[in-house]
């Protein structure tokens, strides 16, 4: 399935993992993969900031790149129009 989180973009879910941490305890995560091989492990205690890619019709989204400035461009853009649509109804 495709997801997205609200801070690195557009990503594959590949299921949840078990990763030793520093107080040698076994939490499970959630794995994303991103463009370029990139790999990031969510605490499922932060679930909140991943959730399911809906997209228009049945085209494959493209994968961000972890640290990319795609994503970024495109939140800025979403924000905006999300607030010139405000402003629009308050006239």
């Known amino acids: 399935d495709y997801v997205v989180h609200l801070q ?3 990503a594959r879910y590949r299921g949840l993992q078990q990763l030793p941490d520093s107080q040698g305890q076994q939490p ?3 794995v994303l993969e991103f463009a370029e091989g990139g790999k990031l492990y969510v605490p499922l ?4 900031l991943v ?3 809906v997209g228009v019709g049945k085209r494959i989204p493209q994968l961000d790149v972890l640290g990319g400035a ?3 461009r495109a939140k800025v853009s ?3 129009a ?3 649509y405000a402003a629009q109804l308050l006239k």
């Open 28 to 30: 499970e995560v959630m």
């Open 45 to 48: 205690e932060q679930a909140y």
């Open 8 to 10: 690195y973009g557009i």
């Open 70 to 72: 795609r994503w970024e």
């Open 51 to 53: 959730s399911k890619y």
């Open 82 to 84: 999300v607030m010139d």
């Open 78 to 80: 979403a924000h905006k």
